[in-house]
């Protein structure tokens, strides 16, 4: 089974650009998640998704961060525009529906590192 | 608010010593508990959750309702369980995790 497909891997950008992240998720998997994880914190929820509608996105910094998942499979989140602290590795996740009251197994991808000088 | 408190960042045993990775939580309900695992270079992975109440990799955690403590204790370390490893709540509703901040588990010869 093929697991859960970020792009791109790393990414550089200055203060003030954008940035666009791509998740595709685990086939079949209805819930996709995107985390922050500052270097030498855990991963932090951004925004959850039930397929293209949004659960959750409490920790969503809205003024400059904004995230989409408009077939209810892939998803893209985006930077713009980007500042100093938003250095960090971006996870994306997927899970079977996650909305009851036992935990669905979230499957991690392999993360973007974005670098912000 | 659900916290969970990771203190040690870094953890250096000896091969074939004991391993014990500290993990609090702060949660006035009945939690879940896990633990991920991040290899180097590989993606982040649930190692076990306390309601499984079984050994992974010879891991094994047990949750202290009265302590709010879930440490992860392994008897004999080996070289490949060098990793980062997370602690991680489950409070319901939503499939939200909170993690911990981590700590780097060094296995040396």
């Known amino acids: 089974e093929a697991g859960v497909a970020q792009s791109p891997r790393y990414k550089i950008i200055e203060k003030r650009q954008s940035v666009a992240f791509w998740c595709n998720p685990i086939s079949g998997h209805a819930t996709l998640y995107w985390y922050q994880q500052i270097l030498g914190q855990g991963p932090k929820l951004l925004i959850q998704f039930q397929n293209n509608g949004v659960v959750d996105d409490s920790q969503l910094p809205k003024d400059r961060f904004s995230a989409e998942r408009l077939k209810g499979v892939d998803s893209t989140l985006k930077i713009q525009p980007a500042k100093l602290e938003d250095s960090a590795v971006y996870l994306c996740?997927?899970?079977?529906?996650?909305?009851?009251?036992?935990?669905?197994?979230?499957?991690f991808g392999p993360g973007t590192r974005l670098t912000v000088l | 608010a659900q916290r969970v408190t990771q203190p040690e960042k870094l953890l250096s045993v000896f091969k074939g010593a004991p391993v014990e990775l500290k993990c609090n939580y702060s949660y006035s309900g009945s939690p879940e508990l896990f633990w991920y695992v991040q290899y180097s270079r590989q993606r982040l992975q649930l190692l076990l959750r306390?309601?499984s109440r079984e050994s992974i990799k010879g891991f094994t955690a047990d949750l202290n309702k009265g302590e709010t403590s879930f440490h992860l204790k392994k008897p004999f370390a080996q070289e490949e369980d060098s990793a980062m490893y997370y602690c991680?709540?489950?409070?319901?509703?939503?499939?939200?995790?909170?993690f911990g901040t981590g700590t780097q588990l060094k296995v040396e010869l």
């Open positions: 996740a997927s899970s079977d529906t996650g909305l009851g009251d036992s935990y669905n197994e979230q499957f």
């Open positions: 991680a709540l489950f409070t319901g509703g939503g499939n939200k995790l909170t």
């Open positions: 306390h309601i």
